[in-house]
């Protein structure tokens, strides 16, 4: 359930996009790493490895799981790596092995970079990359936030928001039309400095995407009347941020931190700022800084460098650049000592240590990036603090600006605990540092991880064009290979003058964000809601004569992924695909386990104390030794029910090698046990009493009977109760081969894997019947109306959801999917954006989803709104639904879903971890790898008859649950 709460904040997250760099680490990259139970290093260890092997969480499509019913995270939405499998029999195995005479790895492709500046000053760099036959792009504005009108800090990001209503040439209707026949995948993002807009989409597309770049830089759509609708929806975004207490923190600390300066204040911008802006005003700050001369375009992917160049000449040249206006200056004043004092409505609470760091235009830089990674180190003094049982995740970040950064160290405590001992501790470790300097292995592990996390970017098409774009635009680099080149020249004695000029107390500025506790979830007999609303006509739209052919084509795509599959002697499923993108080679494994079914009456919260044990080290090779050893080869790994790797190709042998130690040998010592068993304790009793933990709870009791194993919770008196004995029993009783499927993605032949894998792996026995891994069959459930108090929030997150009877083998599944992408998934092409947030305002986000597993199935519908708007969204949600069950949709629209969701299996290719998770969750459902494309044939022959029966047999809009977290909505 930790990962339910967390991960479903991630999914809010990305729906949304970033505000700033900074506020994507406090929702996504903080909830993984920074995580309540003490499971910092776990979370901690799958987020980098995520990272590293190219799993871009932001746009991964997962499971909710706060709605985590069904037999496992469900297959993605069709789209997710297709792949052709070939089962191999041992004699096959044992004759590709004589045959290649363990063939070496491949040879890595260095990606070709191609670069030009136009007559007019856009700068463009090409960076060809073979992983998948999709491209991204990513047109870089160098204003943000900083350039802002005085007292409107808002400004870029309302622009960001209105280059989404349309442009000369382009409106929004066509613009929503178009991003839906690319496949969806498109967002942007306001920084401090920077504007940035993105598009994933296959390569044979990409001319579309430039079409739409190159209006957009042209100017804004003329109509006055589109920033008063966009206005109701950026307003909702500010008040979903001020209603995340982490977010409040961070705006506090730009304050006291760059005083004075523009970084004093983040680009999100505020209501008051936004109710005096003017479409007037937009349009100049779009006249002022959108300008050739102003922009970098970054493209990576599958294509011809110079067809590519060839078109931006056809579609940039001609658009006329100018001066800019001068930037603002910045002038720092010595930071203040302080101390913050604050509530949070998470689990646990947190002390903080920031600090002004170097910005990425100081000669201090790479040093300051160093020393980061070294204090952030598990074989460090401040992450001591956690197997010394003082706290429950202790690290620190480094976020750089250009002038200036945030250096903070963060420790967690459980509700209750003593925050200000633990400051104490934190602070004297750090003025030890200061002092004393730090450990010059650390400083070379440090440097290999930087140096080799350059070489794991290119498993990713958007996270290499995001790098290049970072380093480019953001940093003002000439490639990310400066960044590389600095970091080689780094050495003990700079990061020693780092630290002592930098760690210095008498600037810090300190904080303590202190758990509250919600008040009882209050259940309603009423719904609200229930206004009689007439459906918005659905218009044609004509489409730009650029973007007819692509919007008109439905082709079945083709598999471009081609993985080796065979059995282990032990049940080992091993999937094995080859990739010269980089040199490096990515682990993904997962053992079917549901936790909640598993773990015997009584043990509640076993599983949780076995993650934390995994840190520990292996029964060889204690904490500190096991993570030397992975530092010196630079190897990211996790292990658990779901486990990882990320290695370079020439220490492929002994990373897994590692990994095999950790997950089939881990020590699980008792004196470690009977350290974290207290705080998992204290952890859990102070999740009880979150509001988010609530809201889940109110979610999974809305929707299940009381005996369901989805009710099932550790408190702290079935924590208190475990030995490691218990844990030792059920390591043994879950984790098995025959349950387990291992993917193995990089530059390594099958041979080579195969045999590598069969000699760490292969000795990995099972005893006893296999356990049961799924869920019963959940009956219908009846409607419920549940508020969660949550005083720190100004903004209610909202979610409906009801259970299915349908199961992922029945054919009703891909109707269903097909009518979810008329609801969502193309932005203001699609009926619930359009009518909640296009036409009324009155949310930021929405999302619709059918999770289906082999035995029960969800359907969900989250968004967020102001109190009083919360019926008002209800009731066009439930009229939106049950037009789904009662009438045929249009043909143009069931059309557009179509194009979507064939448009997104290639881009479900883009990287090393979508490619990997969508083989994990389709094999734990007993589907073949190349299920995207055969449901693409589904797909394509589907008619709108077929949807609405679908609909009208398993939905029940009239019983679905709503579980608000926030003020009391009205």
Not at 381 to 392: E, R, T
Not at 496 to 508: F, I, N, Q
């Amino acid at each position: 359930m930790i990962m339910t709460i967390l991960q479903t904040l991630c999914i809010v997250a990305r729906a949304r996009g970033r505000t700033t760099k900074f506020f994507v680490a406090q929702i996504c990259h903080v909830l993984y790493r920074r995580i309540a139970f003490g499971m910092a290093q776990v979370f901690q260890d799958r987020w980098r490895c995520a990272t590293a092997c190219g799993l871009q969480i932001r746009d991964s499509a997962g499971c909710n799981p706060a709605l985590r019913s069904e037999d496992s995270c469900p297959a993605p939405r069709p789209g997710k790596s297709p792949g052709a499998s070939s089962t191999l029999t041992p004699i096959a195995i044992s004759l590709a092995l004589l045959v290649s005479g363990l063939l070496p790895a491949l040879s890595a492709t260095a990606p070709q970079v191609v670069r030009t500046t136009l007559s007019n000053g856009l700068r463009v760099i090409v960076v060809a990359d073979s992983l998948a036959p999709v491209v991204t792009t990513v047109m870089n504005y160098k204003v943000g936030s900083n350039e802002a009108p005085k007292g409107f800090p808002g400004t870029a990001h309302a622009l960001e928001h209105m280059m989404f209503r349309g442009s000369p040439g382009l409106s929004a209707d066509q613009l929503a039309e178009v991003t839906a026949a690319l496949g969806g995948n498109f967002n942007a993002d306001t920084q401090q400095g920077v504007t940035q807009y993105f598009f994933t989409t296959p390569a044979k597309d990409l001319d579309m995407a430039l079409h739409v770049e190159s209006l957009r830089m042209r100017g804004l759509a003329k109509d006055k009347e589109l920033w008063n609708k966009e206005r109701g929806a950026i307003e909702q975004e500010v008040a979903q941020d001020l209603s995340n207490p982490e977010y409040v923190f961070y705006t506090k600390l730009l304050r006291v931190m760059f005083r004075g300066t523009p970084y004093e204040h983040d680009a999100l911008g505020t209501r008051p700022s936004f109710n005096e802006t003017t479409s007037a005003m937009l349009r100049k700050f779009h006249s002022e800084w959108y300008t050739p001369s102003n922009a970098v375009l970054i493209i990576s992917g599958n294509v011809q460098p110079q067809e590519a160049i060839d078109t931006i000449h056809q579609l940039f040249a001609p658009i006329p650049s100018h001066a800019l206006p001068p930037r603002p200056d910045f002038n720092f004043e010595p930071v203040k000592p302080t101390t913050l004092n604050l509530n949070t409505d998470l689990p646990y609470g947190m002390t903080v240590v920031a600090f002004r760091f170097p910005g990425s235009d100081s000669p201090d830089y790479a040093a300051a990036q160093i020393l980061a990674d070294v204090l952030s180190s598990q074989r460090g003094n401040l992450y001591g603090l956690v197997p010394a049982g003082k706290a429950l995740f202790a690290e620190f970040d480094y976020e750089g600006l250009a002038k200036a950064g945030l250096g903070f160290a963060a420790a967690g405590f459980p509700a209750g605990g003593q925050s200000t001992n633990l400051l104490r501790e934190v602070e004297a470790i750090l003025s030890g540092h200061a002092t004393n300097g730090v450990s010059s292995d650390l400083v070379e592990a440090a440097k290999r991880r930087e140096i080799a996390s350059a070489e794991f970017q290119k498993n990713s098409v958007f996270g290499l064009a995001m790098e290049w774009s970072d380093a480019v635009a953001v940093e003002g680099r000439n490639s990310p290979q400066d960044d590389i080149n600095a970091i080689r020249k780094v050495t003990l004695a700079d990061v020693d003058r780092v630290a002592k000029k930098y760690l210095s107390m008498g600037h810090a500025v300190n904080a303590i964000l202190t758990p509250q506790a919600s008040g009882k979830a209050i259940s309603s007999k009423s719904f609200g809601g229930q206004e009689a609303l007439a459906p918005t006509p659905t218009k044609a739209v004509k489409l730009p004569a650029w973007a007819q052919s692509a919007m008109k084509r439905l082709d079945i795509p083709s598999p471009t992924v081609h993985p080796v599959v065979t059995n282990l002697a032990n049940g080992i499923k091993l999937i094995i695909q080859p990739e010269a993108v980089s040199d490096t080679v990515c682990v993904y494994g997962r053992i079917q386990n549901k936790a909640n079914v598993e773990m015997p009456n009584g043990q509640d919260g076993v599983d949780q104390a076995l993650d934390q044990l995994f840190s520990y080290g292996t029964t060889t090779l204690g904490r500190l030794a096991f993570q030397k050893a992975l530092d010196d080869i630079a190897a990211t790994e996790s292990a658990g029910t779901s486990f990882s790797l990320a290695v370079l190709t020439n220490h492929f042998d002994r990373g897994v090698e590692l990994l095999a130690q950790n997950e089939l040998s881990p020590a699980l010592p008792e004196r470690a046990f009977k350290i974290l068993q207290p705080q998992l304790a204290a952890a859990v009793a102070g999740q009880l009493r979150s509001p988010s933990y609530r809201f889940s709870r109110a979610l999974a009791g809305a929707l299940f009977p009381t005996n369901d194993p989805a009710q099932r919770a550790a408190t702290p008196g079935t924590v208190k109760s475990l030995s490691i004995q218990d844990i030792r029993h059920y390591y043994e009783y879950a984790f098995r081969p025959d349950l387990t499927t291992i993917v193995v993605i990089g530059n390594v032949t099958p041979a080579h894997a195969t045999a590598v894998l069969s000699k760490y792996f292969g000795d990995w026995k099972a005893s006893g019947p296999k356990p049961d891994t799924l869920y019963p069959p959940a009956p219908a459930n009846h409607p419920a109306t549940v508020e969660v108090p949550d005083t720190s929030r100004v903004q209610d997150n909202v979610v409906l959801a009801q259970t299915l009877g349908l199961t992922r083998t029945n054919n009703d599944y891909y109707a269903l999917d097909l009518g979810n992408h008329v609801l969502g998934g193309a932005f203001y092409a699609t009926r619930l954006y359009r009518d909640l947030r296009k036409e009324a305002g009155l949310v930021y986000y929405v999302s619709s989803s059918f999770q289906v597993g082999l035995t029960r199935g969800v359907y969900s519908v989250n968004y967020a709104c102001d109190p009083p708007n919360v019926s008002k969204a209800r009731a066009i949600i439930v009229r939106d639904l049950k037009q789904m069950c009662d009438q045929d949709v249009g043909h143009d629209e069931l059309h557009q879903a179509k194009v979507l969701l064939l448009r997104k299996v290639p881009l479900s290719e883009a990287s090393f971890g979508e490619i990997a998770g969508g083989w994990l969750s389709r094999s734990e459902l007993g589907l073949p790898l190349d299920e995207p494309v055969r449901a693409a044939r589904r797909y394509v022959k589907l008619d709108a008859a077929a949807v609405r029966k679908a609909f009208a047999r398993w939905l029940r809009p009239q019983d679905l649950a709503q579980v608000t977290l926030g003020p009391a909505p009205k």
